[in-house]
């Protein structure tokens, strides 16, 4: 499908922000101008417009000490860092569960794969694949999101369900294990409330 049947490498555009936290956000857009999409886009339909690749580069971690990153990947499916697989990346870009990563300062090398499928991204106009790569700095070792936490309403006085979900996760080095949570804010807790995991 490419030109003369040959692949190489080429550079893709990168846009490259800092962001709030002290990390960094690069956003690619990673396409091939010079492939005939249309010609065999009448040979072979929709399946045509489908695509895999890879893209190479380097982190730079500017620290004096070993840093916790939340790595985001938007629109990726699977990406080696220093030789190591890590699968499950943020294929649909829901960002709800990102990679967390204990970095070594220095250089990193990092090869994310792309996946250009139609019947996830359209099979309409350009098969480009816009991927985005976020770092962002960890302060805590635990980090628990109020803001997906999911809980039964109260019914005179008492909650409707004994379960709840309270994302929780662990930035830490070392594991950690949830023994019980408790509401600080409701009084007289009975031990239909409590909740031990």
């Given at each position: 499908m490419t030109p003369n049947g040959t692949v190489h490498w080429s550079r893709p555009q990168v846009e490259s922000t800092l962001t709030d936290s002290g990390g960094c956000k690069a956003d690619l857009k990673v396409d091939f101008p010079d492939v005939d999409w249309n010609f065999h886009q009448t040979l072979y339909g929709w399946a045509a417009l489908q695509?895999?690749?890879?893209?190479?580069?380097?982190?730079?971690?500017?620290?004096d000490h070993v840093q916790t990153v939340k790595f985001y990947t938007d629109g990726v499916l699977e990406f080696w860092l220093d030789g190591k697989a890590y699968?499950?990346?943020?294929?649909?870009?829901f960002r709800k569960a990102p990679v967390v990563l204990h970095l070594e300062p220095g250089e990193h090398q990092l090869d994310v794969r792309l996946v250009r499928d139609g019947r996830v991204m359209g099979s309409v106009?350009?098969?480009n694949i816009l991927p985005g790569l976020e770092f962002e700095m960890v302060t805590q070792p635990i980090e628990v999101d109020a803001g997906r936490l999911l809980i039964s309403d109260v019914v005179e006085g008492a909650l409707a369900s004994p379960h709840a979900s309270v994302p929780v996760r662990n930035t830490g080095i070392s594991d950690m294990k949830i023994?019980?949570?408790?509401?600080?804010?409701?009084?007289n807790v009975t031990s239909r409330q409590r909740m031990s995991c």
């Open positions: 695509w895999q690749g890879w893209a190479r580069g380097i982190v730079v971690l500017d620290s699968f499950g990346g943020d294929y649909y870009s106009g350009e098969p023994l019980e949570i408790v509401s600080v804010t409701v009084r």
